[in-house]
């Protein structure tokens, strides 16, 4: 037992000094954290909406912390650990909405507790900050309507069906195609590996010569589809819809490769979870609709306007 | 040779159930998309197939990949570098990454298992910090034009990443069963003692192997690079080391050291890579991926070991037989 | 016959290619304290294996209560009352004495829980411990207890089976003297309780000063039965070594040259505090006797640079040589034959070629590659020049029988330059045919000039091999005997710790 005490001993005194800081700090400043849902330049935007969002109110704490795994799991551990740390208040993006509704009343009987880009519509939330997906997948069903006007059979790609963003942008596209002649033949995930979701898109290709048309629901899906269908040289031949910003997508589009593409404000979501937050803190819920869910909306970018998006882009990563 | 026509064997089966099923399983298309993942895999899976003739294991090389896929990715966007030096970095840093793990193992006498379990560990996390979380890309513009044609470009229409593999597999064929070093490799890796017993520097031995499994991690993140043209720190090579070690042990790499071959891990990591492209070929849901992986290839070794302890126990009876008809045992006196 | 505990009668064991045991019978009466001894290959630890029940006899018969069985089990010779306190203890250090003694046949509580009753263990331990007179309690975790205090956990778990036969193998080996003497009291004990005591033992002092009755084993015999009143140091050694002296002496072509390999005040991790002193002249065989535990392999691995050396230096030619690792002892000529060719000496898995070759692979290769060819040829010349029995050189080294493992040892070395060779125990379970051609080709390496050191415990083949005997005991060299006064009794003697009475020679031996 000897050998413990002074391992023991050094233990306890840097628990006691991280602890009395972590106290000493929160004390001064109140925290507000966005956690997301997944790793990507998606929550990059975000980011900057929190930088914006911290200078107008210097005397809070901001954070934004990103599950890597994008599983529910480290969700849990990372919510767990933000209470633990006494937080006033988190904005998440939730990873699986239909069993997380413990866990999330949990967060919200001790802090104020948003919800942004993936709701969890039965929980104690305060209020959803996001995009309505199914609003969105509408919005692409049409521009898949308009790619393929005489019908055709097209395949989706995605991470995950588990995020309720994925299910609901898949709701979108089936609600827009219903009744035409655009036949979805299957969603492919990947789990958020980029070089599954790239070989699933050759292998689309391979299995389907006659393919008419592409569509990525994640961030990164849609790059890796413009990657494979351009290395296949099938550009213009296969069409393409996607979601989200990624460089190569709007590059693709400029291009001509790709139709279009869905695109979200990450940037607003991150901003007005900290502005909104902060503003329930203090009583005020003028903010707040009846329906508790603050709908961000999103725009088409297609050739006509993608240089101008693609500038105000480059601007906000300041790349 | 045995294992690896076992292999053959279960690799030609399933490719001919697939290609029954849906002829589109052998159309050029598909093929050289094959080809080209086969390359991606095979190379570093070669590397991970020396540890473990080694008697060890390396568990962090997709978390290389991460670390050194971003500040490649960083070097050439960012820094403008000159490609062949971005080259020459990601690959020293494999190499020097891998030599501290050797150091750590040979050295300090750290299990295996353990210190590449913290390089998987930290090398993600110093990747994930580096970047805060963001993926880095190929986005706005064509970098590295050269290098992309030759890691993503095509001769004659097969994937260069194929014939590297190829090329890759002949040296490292001739290596492990043709020189010095290999002879080495095989001794340390099936009796360390005996090898030591007989003057060779095991130490340095097994370091070699780790410090050639991440140079061959290094080359191989440049591939996959030039492949997805994006890394997300977080997720980019994630269980990949999985991928490598199935493949090497499905090859005929026992996990207790001293056996393995070239041949065996290629055709490992081309059997894995047929089983991924069947779910999509096939039509198969995506959310069963894995679980045909793992089903085949636990049917496969299964099958393969029933046959062999088969012949063992008709060699047995064999030689049982041959030594009844010997004569009387001769009177001994040393015993304990 | 109400007294007689167990039976075994016609006991015969024979492992592949060897008789270990030849229709051996012996009676344990209760109460009485049997001394087995023989020297280490007699056949005593088999025997007591089969009684222990951990191996079976190939034939005979195990009589006990008048029952007679063909073989026992464990649990059989537990049932039986047979209790083994073996020489390697087999305690769980991480766990403590009372749940040793009752490992396998814990106390339990709580009905259906079945929770273990730490304190009824403890509860019947206690008074053992007591009995035996020791100085801990039954809640110490064994990893405290010194090697003595493990062996008294060892004799308390025999008598907490209510033991009627306890086989003690080589229990003192370890104590020191007045640890002894408080063992020999207990033994006293149990014989006045009716508990029948078998002891194996090599320390001739301690059996005379205990046994009621000594069987003697000679290559796997019972060769004779001394009781008590006809004990003496003498009568026993007689018995145990007394066999013809078959010629195996080859003597040497030459004198043996001037010059050879010195160690002087080599210090070994293993006897930190001894020294060796000792010399090996080229051409002669010097063989190395003593008991086992007495320092031999760990001098052996030493001077070949496996362990390491705290002090001292070897010489070759008068010239001091660094050896740091195995690698430099080959450099310098100096190579090992290990105890354990299996472990130490071969890579089983690879064919014959590539064992010979293992140790000079870089002469083989060219630009480093191996040149195949180069190899073969030095494998088949080596494998014709020894007469290794094998379909090729490709063969697997696990296939090959003992004897002709052994000689792909020896052609590795032989390939190369030896100038020092030590081998340990190079004929340990081969048989006769292959051992006579491996002293041969002994003799053969030191008639062109290498320095032999043998390292045996076979008194036939330490006397009928070397030129000079040097003996170690407890980590030093006890003593040096040349030709003239090489006799198994004063090998026995220097190795039991015992100096040897000056007018002792070869012929007062008749």
């Known amino acids: 037992m000897r050998k413990f005490v002074a391992p023991l001993l050094a233990g306890v005194l840097a628990a006691g000094l991280l602890a009395g800081s972590a106290a000493v700090e929160a004390q001064q400043k109140k925290t507000l954290v966005l956690v997301t849902n997944a790793a990507s330049d998606f929550w990059t935007f975000a980011r900057r909406g929190i930088e914006k969002a911290q200078k107008e109110h210097p005397d809070y704490r901001m954070e934004m912390i990103v599950t890597g795994q994008a599983t529910a799991a480290e969700q849990r551990r990372e919510l767990d650990d933000l209470l633990a740390r006494g937080v006033s208040g988190i904005s998440l993006s939730v990873d699986d909405a239909a069993h997380a509704t413990e866990e999330l009343n949990k967060v919200a009987a001790k802090a104020v507790l948003f919800t942004t880009d993936s709701d969890a519509p039965q929980s104690n939330r305060v209020a959803y900050i996001g995009t309505d997906n199914v609003a969105a997948g509408r919005n692409a069903g049409n521009e898949i309507k308009k790619a393929l006007p005489d019908g055709g059979r097209i395949m989706l790609f995605v991470g995950t069906l588990d995020a309720d963003n994925a299910r609901e942008r898949v709701q979108g596209i089936r609600e827009a195609l219903a009744g035409t002649k655009v036949e979805i033949i299957d969603v492919r995930t990947d789990q958020v590996d980029f070089t599954k979701a790239k070989s699933n898109v050759e292998d689309t290709l391979a299995k389907y010569p006659d393919i008419s048309l592409l569509s990525g629901l994640w961030s990164y899906n849609t790059p890796e589809i413009y990657d494979a269908v351009k290395a296949a040289g099938k550009c213009g031949k296969v069409k393409i819809v996607g979601f989200d910003e990624d460089p190569r997508t709007l590059r693709g589009i400029s291009e001509g490769c790709v139709q279009s593409t869905i695109v979200q404000q990450p940037f607003e979501f991150g901003y007005l979870s900290m502005v909104n937050m902060i503003k329930y803190m203090n009583g005020d819920k003028s903010f707040l609709p009846a329906d508790h869910k603050i709908i961000v909306p999103t725009r088409i970018i297609d050739k006509a306007n993608v240089a101008e998006f693609t500038a105000y882009v480059k601007k906000l990563l300041g790349k | ?336 | 016959m109400a007294d007689m505990l167990l039976e075994l009668a016609g006991i015969t064991k024979t492992y592949p290619g060897v008789v270990a045991l030849d229709d051996v019978s012996l009676r344990v009466m209760r109460g009485e304290v049997l001394g087995l001894i023989g020297e280490n290959g007699a056949g005593k630890s088999t025997l007591m294996k089969i009684l222990g029940g951990v191996a079976e006899p190939t034939a005979g018969v195990i009589r006990i209560d008048g029952r007679d069985h063909r073989a026992l089990t464990v649990a059989g010779a537990t049932r039986a009352g047979i209790a083994f306190v073996h020489q390697e203890l087999n305690l769980f250090e991480n766990l403590d004495v009372a749940s040793n003694v009752f490992i396998g046949r814990e106390r339990l509580r709580g009905g259906p829980l079945m929770l273990l009753d730490n304190r009824a263990q403890h509860a019947r331990v206690a008074p053992l411990l007591e009995r035996l007179g020791a100085d801990f309690a039954p809640d110490t975790p064994v990893e405290l207890l010194s090697i003595a205090q493990r062996q008294m956990v060892e004799i308390a778990k025999a008598l907490s089976v209510d033991a009627r036969v306890i086989i003690m193998d080589e229990p003192t080996s370890s104590l020191t003297l007045s640890e002894t003497e408080r063992l020999l009291r207990v033994v006293a004990d149990l014989k006045a309780a009716g508990v029948a005591i078998i002891f194996i033992t090599h320390r001739l002092a301690e059996i005379m000063t205990c046994a009621d009755r000594v069987v003697v084993l000679r290559d796997g015999r019972t060769v004779g039965e001394l009781a008590r009143g006809e004990l003496s140091h003498g009568a026993m050694i007689r018995l145990m070594i007394g066999r013809d002296l078959k010629s195996l002496y080859l003597p040497p072509q030459s004198e043996p040259r001037p010059g050879g390999c010195d160690i002087a005040g080599l210090v070994t991790s293993a006897f930190p505090d001894r020294s060796i002193d000792l010399s090996v002249r080229h051409g002669e065989i010097l063989g190395l006797a003593g008991l086992v535990g007495a320092g031999r392999t760990s001098f052996a691995r030493t001077v070949f640079g496996i362990d390491r050396r705290l002090a001292g230096e070897v010489r070759l030619d008068g010239a001091p040589v660094r050896i740091a690792s195995p690698r430099d002892a080959i450099r310098q000529g100096i190579y090992l034959v290990p105890e354990d060719r299996k472990r130490a000496g071969l890579v089983l898995d690879m064919p014959i070629r590539e064992n010979i070759t293992l140790a000079d692979l870089l002469h083989h290769a060219r630009l480093l590659l191996i040149d195949r060819g180069s190899e073969t040829r030095v494998a088949r010349a080596q494998a014709a020049s020894l007469g290794i029995k094998a379909p090729g050189v490709e063969t697997q080294a696990v296939t090959l029988s003992g004897g002709n493992q052994q000689k792909v040892v020896l052609a590795k070395w032989l390939s190369m330059q030896p100038r020092v060779v030590i081998f340990d125990e190079p004929t340990r379970g081969i048989d006769v045919g292959a051992k006579t051609e491996i002293y041969a080709l002994m003799r053969g390496l030191a008639d062109r000039g290498v320095a032999i050191a043998m390292i045996s415990s076979d008194m036939e083949e330490v006397i009928g091999v070397s030129d000079r005997i040097a003996v170690m005991h407890e980590g030093r060299i006890s003593g040096v005997l040349d030709r003239a006064r090489f006799s198994e009794y004063n090998v026995l003697r220097l190795a039991i710790g015992q100096a040897l009475e000056p007018a002792e020679t070869a012929e007062d031996m008749t």
């Open chain 2, 1 to 336: 040779m045995r294992k690896e026509l076992g292999l053959l064997l279960l690799l030609v089966v399933v490719s001919a159930i697939t290609a029954a099923i849906n002829p589109l399983f052998l159309s050029g298309v598909n093929l050289l998309d094959m080809a080209n993942l086969i390359g991606l895999f095979g190379v570093f899976s070669i590397g991970e197939g020396l540890t473990i003739i080694t008697g060890g294991i390396d568990l962090s090389i997709g978390s290389m990949f991460a670390l050194l896929g971003v500040v490649f990715v960083d070097l050439l966007t960012e820094y403008q570098m000159a490609w062949p030096l971005a080259l020459l970095i990601i690959i020293a840093g494999g190499v020097l990454l891998g030599g501290l793990q050797a150091f750590l193992i040979t050295r300090l006498r750290m299990q295996p298992f353990i210190v590449t379990l913290c390089g998987l560990l930290i090398y993600r996390g110093a990747a994930r910090y580096y970047t805060t979380d963001s993926t880095r890309g190929f986005g706005y513009g064509d970098e590295a034009d050269t290098l992309r044609s030759l890691a993503a470009g095509h001769l004659y229409g097969i994937p260069n990443t194929f014939l590297f593999l190829v090329i890759l597999a002949v040296v490292m064929g001739v290596v492990l069963h043709r020189s010095v070093y290999g002879r080495y490799l095989f001794a340390v890796g099936k009796n360390e003692e005996a090898a030591r017993f007989s003057g060779i520097r095991t130490g340095l031995v097994i370091a070699g192997a780790y410090v050639l499994s991440g140079g061959l991690a290094g080359v191989s993140t440049v591939l996959l690079v030039f492949y997805t043209n994006s890394v997300s720190p977080s997720s980019f090579g994630n269980f990949y080391e999985l991928y490598a070690i199935a493949a090497a042990v499905l090859g005929g790499c026992s996990l207790r050291g001293g056996e393995g071959s070239i041949i065996g891990i290629v055709l490992g990591t081309a059997l894995l890579q047929v089983l991924q492209n069947l779910v999509n070929i096939l039509g198969i849901p995506s959310s069963l991926n894995f679980a045909v992986m793992g089903t085949v290839i636990l049917l496969g070794v299964l099958a393969d070991q029933q046959l062999q302890a088969r012949r063992k126990l008709a060699a047995a009876q064999a030689s049982t037989a041959r030594a009844a008809a010997a004569p009387a045992l001769a009177r001994q006196g040393q015993q304990t």
